[in-house]
DNA sequence: ACCGACGTTTCTGTATACAAAGTCTCCAAC
DNA sequence: GTTGGAGACTTTGTATACAGAAACGTCGGT
């Protein structure tokens, strides 16, 4: 009965930390962005409660707030599911997403000290960097780093939670829909034009580059109507990868 | 020991619906809307039980999912509140709902049909009458009801979900901070010009209004920085609602 | 009168038990 | 071969018990 987490719970438990709620979430939502647990999959609080060592009203909870962040869907009397994201939704998420980070940009354009530059900038040659080597989980994390930066520093802390949240739904449909055959979502000038704007003051400018950015990452992903093979999934939905 | 509830308590028994977390999500949104559980009240979980016939797994629930609402704070080991927001926030959250709405009204300026623009132009109407007549409630109810439209046929339901909560949270801290002497916070122009620009499909326009509107609202508010007194109610809170 | 230690009370965190709803399987009937 | 249904099984909904943390009040000392 192997989970996928067998490590991170053995670790967490010998540094003394007891598993939390908090800690499920963060689990099951890194799994679904890895999609290691794929849209659909069945996560009954009982099998959970077993993995992680605790019982079900600390499952339930993180179930709960799982729900709340368009993770997994909760119906009453029923499974907890992976949630799968439609394409008419994915198309949503990502203009809803220009929106905001559009104006988190413009909000931060020439707001930033020399040391979050820095950071940035940092982060943006070490994306660079692991898409040379092909290291492409190390070249989303640093990408995934540099906008959530954008989201921590908002001047505006509301508009900044809700980039947060965006940011981890438009990766989940990220993962879900990159077209078969490409091999990386990387665009190689966006972040460090961007970093210019951000140095420059310029907030429109700012502001076009993110939404630029980041209508040319919907693009390189498959939003074609083969919806009913996610349909059929979805109602037919057997999988599992919880317990095995 | 009167609750504020009891008489709604009472008909949902009575028809037969059982209390579920959403009954109680529902009935203590509305009582901090409309300030009858001012900020820093505390919520225990056990007399929250008491009060709506429940034991505290249900109430537990509904205790986190108002706090993914941001309408109570919840700290480890200690009893959920009544979340307070500060000027601060209350400025944010203003803006961000300038820049959701606007681009909801935007999108929807021209694609709303007959049917939907008299829904409106009805509570438009209902909200002059009710402001005429003096019925303060009443109008408030209209004016969100129009706004709730706004979000609920947006065409971008992400979008639109989003402008639900923050409809929720302006409204909770226009309560918080309406400025003593003032009776309303009616815009007379505002919501009829809106209708005029959705019908007439200027999208440009419609957002312009919304931002406007918005910006006219937040400045009725009374934000000046007597943040102190606020602070100091959230720490030493020991006003109760709940139980008495 | 003020301050701090200590015991009491209150409240949350977690586990668990039982009931009700949903799901699956198998078998008979058409 | 497909449909329909009875039963067993699975899973969630809710209540409750107990342990531990925080808040409160009291009492002694200064």
């Not at 959530?148 to 438009?170: K, Q």
């Amino acid at each position: 009965m192997s989970s996928i987490w067998q490590e991170e719970i053995a670790a967490e438990t010998r540094a003394g930390g007891r598993i939390s709620d908090r800690f499920i979430v963060d689990k099951v939502r890194k799994a679904v962005l890895t999609q290691r647990l794929p849209p659909g999959t069945r996560l009954p609080e009982v099998a959970l409660g077993d993995i992680f060592g605790v019982s079900r009203s600390v499952v339930r909870k993180a179930l709960t707030r799982l729900a709340a962040d368009y993770v997994v869907t909760q119906q009453p009397n029923q499974v907890a599911r992976v949630r799968a994201p439609s394409i008419e939704e994915t198309r949503e998420t990502f203009a809803a997403r220009r929106l905001v980070e559009g104006e988190v940009a413009a909000l931060l354009a020439g707001r930033l000290d020399e040391e979050q530059l820095a950071t940035i900038a940092a982060l943006v040659e070490r994306e660079a960097e692991a898409h040379a080597c092909g290291d492409e989980p190390a070249r989303i994390e640093h990408s995934l780093a540099i906008h959530h930066l954008l989201a921590e520093h908002s001047p505006n802390r509301v508009l900044g939670a809700m980039l947060t949240d965006l940011i981890l739904r438009t990766s989940i449909v990220i993962a879900l829909y990159k077209r078969a055959g490409l091999a990386s979502c990387y665009l190689a000038e966006d972040h460090p034009s961007l970093l210019t704007h951000l140095h420059s003051g310029d907030a429109e400018a700012a502001r076009r580059c993110i939404r630029d950015h980041l209508e040319a990452l919907e693009n390189l992903l498959d939003l074609s109507v083969r919806e009913t093979r996610i349909d059929l999934m979805a109602i037919l939905g057997q999988r599992e990868g919880v317990t095995e």
